[in-house]
T-cell receptor, first 118, second 114 residues
Framework: ETGVTQTPRHLVMGMTNKKSLKCEQHLGHNAMYWYKQSAKKPLELMFVYNFKEQTENNSVPSRFSPECPNSSHLFLHLHTLQPEDSALYLCASSPTEGDAVGDNQPQHFGDGTRLSIL | AQSVAQPEDQVNVAEGNPLTVKCTYS??????LFWYVQYPNRGLQFLLKYITGDNLVKGSYGFEAEFNKSQTSFHLKKPSALVSDSALYFC????????????FGKGNQVVVIP
Protein backbone atom coordinates (compact mmCIF):
# COMPACT_ATOMS: atom_id res chain seq x y z
CA GLU A 1 0.00 0.00 0.00
CA THR A 2 1.74 3.11 -1.21
CA GLY A 3 -0.79 5.69 -0.06
CA VAL A 4 -1.11 6.90 -3.65
CA THR A 5 -3.58 5.02 -5.84
CA GLN A 6 -3.79 5.30 -9.60
CA THR A 7 -6.54 3.99 -11.85
CA PRO A 8 -6.71 2.40 -14.28
CA ARG A 9 -3.45 0.42 -14.17
CA HIS A 10 -3.56 -0.22 -17.90
CA LEU A 11 -5.27 1.71 -20.69
CA VAL A 12 -5.36 1.08 -24.42
CA MET A 13 -6.97 3.78 -26.52
CA GLY A 14 -7.21 4.95 -30.08
CA MET A 15 -5.94 8.33 -31.16
CA THR A 16 -9.45 9.78 -31.35
CA ASN A 17 -10.64 8.57 -27.94
CA LYS A 18 -11.09 10.61 -24.78
CA LYS A 19 -10.13 9.07 -21.47
CA SER A 20 -9.04 10.16 -18.01
CA LEU A 21 -6.43 8.95 -15.55
CA LYS A 22 -7.19 9.23 -11.86
CA CYS A 23 -4.90 9.62 -8.87
CA GLU A 24 -5.88 9.67 -5.21
CA GLN A 25 -3.62 10.12 -2.19
CA HIS A 26 -4.42 9.27 1.42
CA LEU A 27 -1.33 10.88 2.96
CA GLY A 28 -2.68 14.33 3.77
CA HIS A 29 -0.29 15.91 1.28
CA ASN A 30 -0.88 19.24 -0.41
CA ALA A 31 1.24 18.85 -3.55
CA MET A 32 0.56 16.45 -6.41
CA TYR A 33 2.47 15.72 -9.60
CA TRP A 34 2.12 14.02 -12.98
CA TYR A 35 5.22 12.42 -14.52
CA LYS A 36 5.74 10.62 -17.82
CA GLN A 37 8.12 7.65 -17.77
CA SER A 38 9.55 6.34 -21.03
CA ALA A 39 12.16 3.61 -21.29
CA LYS A 40 15.78 4.70 -20.68
CA LYS A 41 14.85 8.35 -20.27
CA PRO A 42 14.72 10.48 -17.12
CA LEU A 43 11.31 10.96 -15.59
CA GLU A 44 9.61 13.90 -17.30
CA LEU A 45 7.73 16.21 -14.96
CA MET A 46 4.47 17.25 -16.60
CA PHE A 47 2.38 19.16 -14.07
CA VAL A 48 2.59 20.27 -10.45
CA TYR A 49 -0.27 21.29 -8.19
CA ASN A 50 0.26 22.87 -4.78
CA PHE A 51 -2.81 23.46 -2.59
CA LYS A 52 -4.97 22.80 -5.70
CA GLU A 53 -3.25 25.51 -7.73
CA GLN A 54 -1.24 24.57 -10.81
CA THR A 55 2.33 25.74 -10.32
CA GLU A 56 4.03 23.98 -13.21
CA ASN A 57 3.13 23.12 -16.77
CA ASN A 58 6.31 21.77 -18.29
CA SER A 59 5.48 22.64 -21.91
CA VAL A 60 3.02 19.78 -22.08
CA PRO A 61 0.87 19.55 -25.26
CA SER A 62 -2.72 20.63 -24.82
CA ARG A 63 -3.97 17.11 -25.58
CA PHE A 64 -3.09 16.48 -21.91
CA SER A 65 -5.35 18.40 -19.54
CA PRO A 66 -4.89 18.14 -15.75
CA GLU A 67 -7.51 18.74 -13.11
CA CYS A 68 -7.06 18.99 -9.34
CA PRO A 69 -10.45 19.40 -7.62
CA ASN A 70 -8.94 19.06 -4.13
CA SER A 71 -5.61 18.21 -2.53
CA SER A 72 -6.39 14.49 -2.49
CA HIS A 73 -7.36 13.97 -6.12
CA LEU A 74 -5.64 14.58 -9.42
CA PHE A 75 -6.85 13.76 -12.91
CA LEU A 76 -5.22 13.73 -16.31
CA HIS A 77 -7.70 14.09 -19.16
CA LEU A 78 -6.52 12.70 -22.47
CA HIS A 79 -7.77 13.43 -25.98
CA THR A 80 -6.44 13.03 -29.50
CA LEU A 81 -3.25 11.40 -28.30
CA GLN A 82 -0.35 10.36 -30.52
CA PRO A 83 1.55 7.04 -30.60
CA GLU A 84 4.57 8.73 -28.95
CA ASP A 85 2.39 9.39 -25.92
CA SER A 86 2.49 5.69 -25.07
CA ALA A 87 4.30 5.48 -21.73
CA LEU A 88 3.89 4.89 -18.02
CA TYR A 89 2.19 7.86 -16.35
CA LEU A 90 3.06 8.26 -12.69
CA CYS A 91 1.32 10.33 -10.09
CA ALA A 92 3.14 11.47 -6.96
CA SER A 93 2.41 13.53 -3.86
CA SER A 94 4.44 15.36 -1.23
CA PRO A 95 3.66 17.51 1.83
CA THR A 96 4.12 20.76 -0.10
CA GLU A 97 6.09 22.04 -3.07
CA GLY A 98 8.41 25.02 -3.38
CA ASP A 99 9.05 25.81 0.27
CA ALA A 100 11.62 24.94 2.90
CA VAL A 101 9.28 22.49 4.60
CA GLY A 102 8.35 20.40 1.61
CA ASP A 103 11.36 20.54 -0.66
CA ASN A 104 13.50 18.25 1.50
CA GLN A 105 10.75 15.63 1.75
CA PRO A 106 10.49 12.66 -0.63
CA GLN A 107 7.69 12.35 -3.11
CA HIS A 108 5.39 9.34 -2.81
CA PHE A 109 4.49 7.61 -6.05
CA GLY A 110 1.57 5.55 -7.25
CA ASP A 111 2.07 2.43 -9.34
CA GLY A 112 1.27 4.22 -12.56
CA THR A 113 -1.02 3.82 -15.54
CA ARG A 114 0.51 2.00 -18.52
CA LEU A 115 -0.93 3.85 -21.53
CA SER A 116 -0.83 2.42 -25.04
CA ILE A 117 -2.01 4.46 -28.02
CA LEU A 118 -3.05 2.49 -31.07
CA ALA B 1 19.08 24.23 -13.54
CA GLN B 2 19.77 21.08 -11.62
CA SER B 3 20.60 17.77 -13.29
CA VAL B 4 21.64 14.22 -12.50
CA ALA B 5 23.86 11.79 -14.39
CA GLN B 6 23.64 8.05 -13.92
CA PRO B 7 26.38 6.91 -16.28
CA GLU B 8 25.68 3.19 -16.44
CA ASP B 9 22.58 1.72 -18.08
CA GLN B 10 22.90 -1.59 -16.27
CA VAL B 11 24.85 -2.89 -13.30
CA ASN B 12 25.38 -6.63 -12.96
CA VAL B 13 26.51 -8.06 -9.65
CA ALA B 14 26.69 -11.53 -8.16
CA GLU B 15 24.52 -12.27 -5.15
CA GLY B 16 26.43 -11.61 -1.95
CA ASN B 17 28.83 -9.15 -3.58
CA PRO B 18 28.86 -5.41 -2.87
CA LEU B 19 26.55 -3.31 -5.01
CA THR B 20 27.31 0.26 -6.12
CA VAL B 21 25.08 2.45 -8.29
CA LYS B 22 26.69 5.70 -9.35
CA CYS B 23 25.17 9.18 -9.40
CA THR B 24 26.68 12.59 -10.02
CA TYR B 25 24.72 15.81 -9.84
CA SER B 26 24.85 19.46 -10.82
CA UNK B 27 23.19 22.30 -8.86
CA UNK B 28 23.99 25.95 -8.33
CA UNK B 29 23.31 25.93 -4.60
CA UNK B 30 23.37 23.15 -2.02
CA UNK B 31 21.73 19.88 -3.10
CA UNK B 32 18.93 17.83 -1.67
CA LEU B 33 19.63 14.31 -2.95
CA PHE B 34 17.33 11.29 -3.12
CA TRP B 35 17.46 7.67 -4.21
CA TYR B 36 14.38 5.75 -5.35
CA VAL B 37 13.87 2.14 -6.45
CA GLN B 38 11.32 0.87 -8.95
CA TYR B 39 10.32 -2.80 -9.10
CA PRO B 40 8.57 -4.18 -12.21
CA ASN B 41 5.04 -2.86 -12.69
CA ARG B 42 5.34 -0.61 -9.65
CA GLY B 43 5.91 3.06 -8.94
CA LEU B 44 9.04 4.58 -7.45
CA GLN B 45 9.74 3.85 -3.80
CA PHE B 46 11.83 6.17 -1.65
CA LEU B 47 15.07 4.63 -0.32
CA LEU B 48 17.01 7.45 1.33
CA LYS B 49 17.91 11.11 1.17
CA TYR B 50 20.69 13.55 1.98
CA ILE B 51 19.68 16.99 3.16
CA THR B 52 22.48 18.09 5.48
CA GLY B 53 24.78 16.71 8.16
CA ASP B 54 26.55 13.35 8.07
CA ASN B 55 27.78 12.49 4.58
CA LEU B 56 26.89 8.81 5.01
CA VAL B 57 23.16 8.25 4.88
CA LYS B 58 21.47 4.96 5.72
CA GLY B 59 18.14 3.97 4.24
CA SER B 60 15.71 1.15 3.64
CA TYR B 61 16.58 -2.50 2.83
CA GLY B 62 20.21 -2.14 3.95
CA PHE B 63 21.09 0.56 1.41
CA GLU B 64 23.32 3.52 2.15
CA ALA B 65 24.72 6.41 0.14
CA GLU B 66 27.67 8.72 0.56
CA PHE B 67 27.47 12.40 -0.25
CA ASN B 68 30.74 13.73 -1.68
CA LYS B 69 30.60 17.46 -2.25
CA SER B 70 34.00 17.80 -3.95
CA GLN B 71 33.13 15.10 -6.48
CA THR B 72 29.44 16.12 -6.68
CA SER B 73 28.51 12.48 -6.23
CA PHE B 74 25.92 10.52 -4.27
CA HIS B 75 26.61 6.85 -4.97
CA LEU B 76 24.23 4.21 -3.65
CA LYS B 77 25.76 1.17 -1.96
CA LYS B 78 24.81 -2.12 -0.37
CA PRO B 79 27.42 -4.38 1.22
CA SER B 80 25.84 -7.67 0.11
CA ALA B 81 23.39 -7.76 -2.80
CA LEU B 82 20.30 -9.96 -2.85
CA VAL B 83 18.49 -11.30 -5.91
CA SER B 84 15.47 -9.33 -4.73
CA ASP B 85 17.49 -6.11 -5.17
CA SER B 86 17.15 -6.50 -8.94
CA ALA B 87 15.26 -3.37 -9.97
CA LEU B 88 15.56 0.07 -11.54
CA TYR B 89 17.27 2.70 -9.38
CA PHE B 90 16.79 6.45 -9.77
CA CYS B 91 18.87 9.26 -8.34
CA UNK B 92 17.23 12.69 -8.00
CA UNK B 93 18.41 16.16 -6.98
CA UNK B 94 16.82 19.45 -6.05
CA UNK B 95 18.54 22.78 -5.51
CA UNK B 96 17.89 23.74 -1.87
CA UNK B 97 17.46 27.42 -2.71
CA UNK B 98 13.79 26.97 -3.53
CA UNK B 99 11.68 27.45 -6.64
CA UNK B 100 13.47 24.50 -8.22
CA UNK B 101 11.92 21.22 -9.25
CA UNK B 102 13.17 17.72 -8.47
CA UNK B 103 15.30 16.41 -11.35
CA PHE B 104 15.65 12.67 -11.94
CA GLY B 105 18.34 10.67 -13.67
CA LYS B 106 17.49 8.14 -16.37
CA GLY B 107 17.82 5.23 -13.98
CA ASN B 108 20.12 2.25 -13.62
CA GLN B 109 18.93 -1.31 -14.07
CA VAL B 110 20.50 -3.52 -11.42
CA VAL B 111 20.65 -7.25 -12.08
CA VAL B 112 21.73 -9.47 -9.20
CA ILE B 113 22.86 -12.86 -10.46
CA PRO B 114 22.18 -15.86 -8.21
Amino acid sequence: ETGVTQTPRHLVMGMTNKKSLKCEQHLGHNAMYWYKQSAKKPLELMFVYNFKEQTENNSVPSRFSPECPNSSHLFLHLHTLQPEDSALYLCASSPTEGDAVGDNQPQHFGDGTRLSIL
Amino acid sequence: AQSVAQPEDQVNVAEGNPLTVKCTYSVSGNPYLFWYVQYPNRGLQFLLKYITGDNLVKGSYGFEAEFNKSQTSFHLKKPSALVSDSALYFCAVRDSRGNNRLAFGKGNQVVVIP
